[in-house]
């Protein structure tokens, strides 16, 4: 559906809905706030009772807290984001026991998945436990640490309001991003095995090695309880293989961690960021169908790539199935099929696309030059943009503002004129990431 009006066609709108409906639907929710509006009880702050002593616990944090009860003591697995919600986290599970600690799990390095652990740091210390490769929620290489920080903002909306920000959580949620990772505390045990198995007040626990979200990525399976946690290798979404930020994860290897699920056959699944599911039979279904999500768009891009296609050209054509694409876990609500595609082309194939006018391209300022001699100057090329705005025509509307500041021609007047169409571009996103980067560039041009 194109949300796009031009003044004659809101004229008409007007005429036919009357200013009162026209207000109503102009500040409606945004498509993402709709999208994301089926699935509420995501948001909602309570402690889910999986199975016998094992609890989880939603809505409280940017990610998931499970708490499992063993004989003489409680394990913790991931801890939330900050000290704050931790402690709010942690006063609810001593209303399920007040047994210690005896032992943190960390599935990832997130920071959404670290940062409140001092919160569970009462009495004797516990050992906190990840894989040997354990990344302290920071890129592999710190030399672009600083562009990396500065897009991961934009991603996740850190300038963005509770009202504004799509939030981490997969869902419509508003959870702040304050303080986030400032009760961080480093393992203490790793291992490098790619199972591990250990008993712990009681429990059996097997650390399983599972790349995906994040190389340092591990599963925990409790085999006497059949319940599994897999943290961020699957969510209600389609998974971001690609973050905009600047981080690529590898298909084959996520498809093949999710392999690791469904050899198990649990029947309870705890995931980081979705309410848990029960029953093997429903759980084996929808793992089946994430990795075949993941997969076919996978072999889809690397057939077209063999075919001499550009990532251009692969975007348009590379879709999951009609009966995927309709599976609520499958969305393109924080994951993004066309980014994927891409990313997957670059990893392989690098920045050439192959066509031979793109080995020695012209400049952005000679683009911009000459696409002004086409329009007849540049006066006549910000009339351009400003009709194809008017018209709705918002990423060409986009690319011509670009062009525009870099001639530096009306300085400020063409900033927010971007900043304008970002936000429109922001209230039609149906990805989170989308709609965070897009309305932060907004504010920040601002």
Excluded at 362 to 389: D, H, N, P, V
Aim: with cysteine.
């Amino acid at each position: 559906m194109n949300f796009a009006f031009n003044r004659n066609a809101i004229a008409n709108i007007l005429k036919l809905l009357g200013l009162l409906g026209l207000l109503f639907f102009l500040n409606s929710p945004s498509l993402l706030a709709k999208n994301l509006a089926s699935s509420p009880r995501e948001c909602q702050p309570e402690i889910i009772e999986v199975t016998s002593g094992v609890y989880v616990a939603v809505g409280n944090t940017r990610a998931n807290i499970t708490l499992i009860e063993g004989d003489d003591g409680a394990i913790v697995i991931d801890t939330g984001d900050n000290i704050e919600t931790a402690t709010r986290v942690l006063s609810q599970f001593r209303e399920i026991t007040q047994k210690p600690i005896k032992a943190i799990v960390y599935t990832h390095s997130h920071s959404d998945h670290t940062g409140g652990t001092k919160a569970f740091l009462t009495g004797d210390r516990p050992p906190i436990y990840a894989r040997a490769n354990f990344q302290y929620g920071r890129i592999d290489n710190r030399k672009i640490q600083q562009i990396n920080h500065q897009r991961n903002e934009r991603q996740h909306g850190i300038f963005l309001n509770s009202e504004e920000n799509a939030s981490l959580n997969k869902m419509w949620c508003k959870l702040p991003l304050e303080n986030n990772g400032d009760g961080f505390v480093p393992p203490t045990h790793f291992f490098t095995e790619t199972q591990l198995s250990l008993n712990i007040a009681g429990v059996a626990l097997e650390f399983i090695s599972a790349p995906g979200e994040s190389q340092d990525h591990l599963y925990v399976w409790l085999p006497d309880k059949q319940v599994l946690v897999c943290g961020d290798n699957y969510y209600n979404a389609f998974p971001n293989l690609y973050a905009i930020r600047g981080s690529y994860r590898d298909p084959q290897q996520w498809s093949r961690s999710l392999d690791k699920i469904l050899d198990r056959k649990p029947e309870y699944l705890i995931s980081g960021h979705s309410l848990p599911i029960a029953g093997a039979e429903k759980i084996q279904r929808i793992i089946t169908d994430y990795r075949n999500g993941i997969a076919s768009i996978f072999e889809q891009t690397l057939a077209g790539m063999n075919r001499g296609l550009t990532p251009d050209e692969l975007v348009e054509i590379v879709k999951l199935s009609p009966e995927l694409a309709g599976k609520s876990y499958l969305q393109e609500n924080y994951g993004n099929i066309p980014w994927t595609v891409r990313g997957i082309y670059s990893y392989y194939l690098g920045w050439f696309d192959g066509n031979p006018t793109h080995l020695f391209p012209l400049s952005t300022l000679e683009q911009a030059t000459r696409i002004t001699q086409l329009a007849g100057g540049k006066e006549q090329l910000w009339q351009a943009t400003q009709k194809a705005f008017d018209d709705g025509d918002d990423r060409w509307a986009l690319q011509l503002t670009d062009y525009l500041i870099t001639l530096e021609f009306r300085g400020e007047t063409v900033k927010q004129l971007k900043a304008k169409i970002l936000k429109k571009l922001a209230e039609r996103a149906t990805n989170s990431n989308a709609h965070n980067y897009y309305l932060s560039s907004a504010k920040q041009l601002e």
